[in-house]
């Protein structure tokens, strides 16, 4: 079983931008230091508040200097905010200077106002994504190539360098809402599932769905699938209760409102349920998120939780979020990570 950390380069308050860089950076040291599997970046924008991690893959290339066993994993690089030849350099580039570590996770986002401010329409975003998806797999296997479609034109573009990997970086896919768990078991892709919208209970038929795709299209083996999940680790039952909670819940009724926002924005589905789901989260408490969103407890706790989710869900990996709600002090981040790699990471091998 894979463990990485989902890293937001979280901004907690009364932080400078600098600082937020260089807590980010202590607790990347930790875990390479620690033998966390992988280091998940995210990718947001606009929320000067909550992160600063607008540039992940330049935070990848920063990542890859100061490390030289942990991957490197993007989650997700939103494809539609890209130009598809710009980011097929940058992802190569940092394949070589990671010497092959990178991990590309890909998607969409689930809020429009983040394409508001690139001026790009929401409504455009599955066209646009398998646009960019089409292009980086042809710069990337192909000494030059020409595309055409309602997006992008090229002809004979020969993207350098080539990835370091064959045939190209590892993807894997976010998938939320429920079409897009049979579409992404269809194409073949690693996919990863989080709590933030729903709970763990309601991922169990979307991933029955996903992997009978998967099956019907004649894929070998069984999808993989790597679980973003928000997990805290404590000396202490209580400890580990207590410690988190004012942080996860400022972050869930930070989320619920956007959601619920979002719901009258351009691109938004009725499928997805925005407003109702936006308002679940506003309203929550806290023996809610424990019981369906949250993984806590001691390290034994932890280990008897994921296991159970391992079985239940058919998990390949989890990208444990260590600090959801940013505000759970650094000292407190650094000591979770460590005894989850020194006292949970040892229970899943082999």
């Known amino acids: 079983m894979e463990f990485g950390m989902f890293h937001e380069f979280q901004r907690r308050p009364g932080q400078t931008e600098a600082e937020a860089f260089a807590e980010s950076f202590e607790q990347v040291d930790a875990a390479e230091q620690s033998g966390l599997d992988v280091m998940w970046l995210a990718e947001l924008h606009s929320a000067p508040e909550r992160s600063v991690i607008s540039a992940p893959m330049t935070v990848a290339s920063a990542i890859a200097m100061r490390t030289k066993r942990m991957k490197i994993g993007i989650a997700v690089q939103v494809l539609p905010l890209c130009h598809p030849i710009r980011i097929a350099e940058e992802a190569t580039t940092v394949d070589h200077l990671s010497q092959g570590r990178l991990i590309m996770g890909v998607g969409r986002s689930g809020f429009p106002r983040t394409y508001q401010a690139y001026g790009i329409s929401y409504a455009e975003s599955r066209e646009r994504f398998a646009e960019v998806m089409e292009i980086l797999k042809r710069a990337w296997t192909q000494e030059t190539f020409s595309f055409h479609g309602d997006f992008y034109h090229f002809d004979d573009v020969c993207v350098t360098p080539k990835p370091f990997q064959a045939p190209y970086p590892e993807l894997r896919m976010a998938v939320n809402s429920p079409d897009s768990f049979e579409q992404t078991g269809r194409l073949g892709l690693p996919i990863f599932v989080a709590t933030r919208l729903g709970d763990l209970n309601e ?148």
């Open 203 to 350: 991922l169990v038929p979307n991933l029955r769905i996903y992997q009978e795709a998967w099956a019907k299209a004649g894929h070998p083996g069984k999808g993989r699938i790597f679980l973003r999940v928000p997990v805290y680790i404590a000396e202490t039952e209580k400890q580990a209760r207590e410690e988190p909670q004012e942080s996860v819940m400022h972050f869930y009724r930070y989320l619920g409102a956007r959601i619920e926002q979002s719901a009258a924005q351009e691109g938004a589905r009725a499928i997805e349920n925005r407003a109702e789901r936006g308002a679940r989260l506003m309203n929550i408490d806290y023996d809610e998120v424990l019981r369906s969103k949250i993984i806590v407890g001691t390290p034994a706790m932890v280990t008897d939780r994921l296991g159970a989710l391992r079985e239940e869900l058919g998990l390949t990996g989890i990208l444990a979020e260590l600090n959801c709600g940013m505000r759970i002090p650094h000292g407190q981040v650094i000591n979770s990570l460590r005894m989850m790699c020194e006292q949970v990471v040892p229970r899943f091998r082999g």
